[in-house]
């Protein structure tokens, strides 16, 4: 995917060259792989703007499954607080229960509005991150030829985004699943996640996350309101992620 973005358009490496992007890339993934897309050269390995793409589409597909109503995200903290409280003093099959319904009757399935409503938001955030990596071409230029690559792919994305979302907040009941990404800047652990480019020999202990590009899942389970064992909290699929380690070897 990045591969065929670097190809169309031309480079430059060397510093930021465009100060909106690069803001708005650092309030997405955090400094230091805003420093690396602006600092490190691009067009014989897109690797770093791969792996930002990932990171982006794993932020946006995290809440898309785990929402409760889209778009809104005003409602959605409003719900997501009322079940946390709920989920403390009921039992599981109370606020499982009530978690469906509520699901059921608040979203609006009407898949082609919500991506119309999405698509000028992701294909933002992927014009930004080719422009914070030295993209030269003019940003209303970029974002077209993003969304004419891309919007296949997101569509897809977001209609299977859409029927986890159906069954992780509708079907399933008898616990709750929630997808895990790990914060940029995180310390490295075998133990919560999974490095997604390990070349030969495991991280050192100390290395930082750089983003999140695969999601996880957790699965917690009220056992019961009172006494020493309440909840079961399992996690199920480690997330992946990119380390720092990552841009080692790629060209500054």
Request: hydrophobic letters at 40%; charged letters at 20%; glycine letters at 8%.
């Given at each position: 995917m990045a591969e065929s973005m670097v190809d169309t358009f031309s480079f430059e490496s060397g510093g930021v060259r465009n100060q909106n992007a690069h803001a708005a890339v650092t309030g997405l993934f955090g400094q230091s792989l805003a420093h690396y897309l602006a600092t490190k050269k691009h067009k014989d390995d897109p690797l770093l703007i791969q792996i930002t793409f990932q990171s982006c589409f794993v932020q946006f597909l995290g809440f898309v499954i785990c929402s409760w109503t889209l778009p809104g995200d005003d409602v959605n903290r409003m719900f997501a607080n009322t079940y946390e409280r709920m989920r403390r003093g009921e039992a599981q099959a109370i606020s499982g229960r009530w978690r469906?319904?509520?699901?059921?009757?608040?979203?609006?399935?009407?898949?082609?509005?919500?991506?119309?409503?999405?698509?000028?938001?992701?294909?933002?955030?992927?014009?930004?991150?080719?422009?914070?990596?030295?993209?030269?071409?003019e940003p209303e230029i970029l974002r077209a030829s993003v969304e004419k690559k891309l919007s296949d792919r997101i569509v897809l994305l977001f209609k299977l985004a859409l029927q986890l979302n159906k069954i992780m907040m509708e079907e399933i009941t008898s616990a709750d699943l929630t997808t895990v990404t790990v914060p940029f800047e995180t310390t490295y652990s075998v133990e919560q996640m999974e490095d997604a480019y390990v070349d030969?020999?495991?991280?050192?202990?100390?290395?930082?996350?750089?983003?999140?590009?695969?999601?996880?899942?957790?699965?917690?389970?009220?056992?019961?309101?009172?006494?020493?064992?309440?909840?079961?909290?399992?996690?199920?699929?480690?997330?992946?992620?990119?380390?720092?380690?990552?841009?080692?070897?790629?060209?500054?």
């Open positions: 469906a319904l509520t699901s059921a009757y608040t979203h609006n399935h009407e898949e082609s509005q919500f991506i119309t409503s999405v698509m000028p938001y992701l294909t933002g955030h992927f014009s930004n991150i080719m422009l914070a990596a030295g993209c030269s071409v030969g020999e495991p991280a050192a202990g100390g290395v930082r996350v750089l983003c999140t590009t695969d999601l996880g899942l957790r699965r917690i389970t009220r056992l019961a309101t009172s006494g020493d064992k309440q909840w079961d909290d399992k996690l199920l699929l480690k997330p992946k992620v990119a380390l720092k380690t990552v841009v080692d070897s790629m060209d500054g």
